[in-house]
């Protein structure tokens, strides 16, 4: 089992910035790739970037290269995502979530996700 927790959301004005913690805890943490999904009202539940358990290889979707850096500390159990130049398309809940396997944007893949939290870029 592997408990989820972000942190970090809140309110900004577009060409801002915020930084997204996801506390990881349970079993074997490091043994899984994490993954950050947003949720926008109304659309699907889309990947926004993941880095593997291993290599430490990333992935972003296109809409957030150049401006989001996953990164993860082990020695802290948290995986972060720095995002700036936030746009109001950014608007959504965010989500962690763990898949013990190769990084992937598909939401049934992975095993365990966070609560979520709410970020939104409005001036």
């Known amino acids: 089992q592997v408990q989820l927790v972000e942190t970090g959301g809140g309110l900004v004005q577009p060409g801002g910035s915020l930084r997204l913690s996801c506390a990881v805890s349970?079993?074997?943490?490091?043994?899984?790739?994490m993954g950050w999904f947003r949720q926008a009202p109304g659309k699907e539940r889309e990947g926004v970037s993941c880095?593997?358990?291993?290599?430490?290889?990333?992935t972003y979707a296109d809409s957030v290269k150049g401006r989001f850096t996953i990164s993860r500390d082990n020695s802290k159990n948290t995986v972060y995502l720095q995002m700036n130049s936030l746009k109001p398309e950014d608007t959504a809940v965010y989500y962690c979530?763990?898949?013990?396997?190769?990084?992937?944007?598909?939401?049934?893949?992975?095993?365990?996700w966070g609560q979520g939290t709410q970020v939104t870029v409005s001036s």
């Open positions: 880095i593997h358990y291993g290599d430490g290889s990333i």
């Open positions: 349970g079993t074997n943490p490091h043994y899984y790739s």
């Open positions: 979530a763990a898949l013990r396997g190769e990084c992937a944007f598909v939401v049934d893949f992975y095993d365990y």
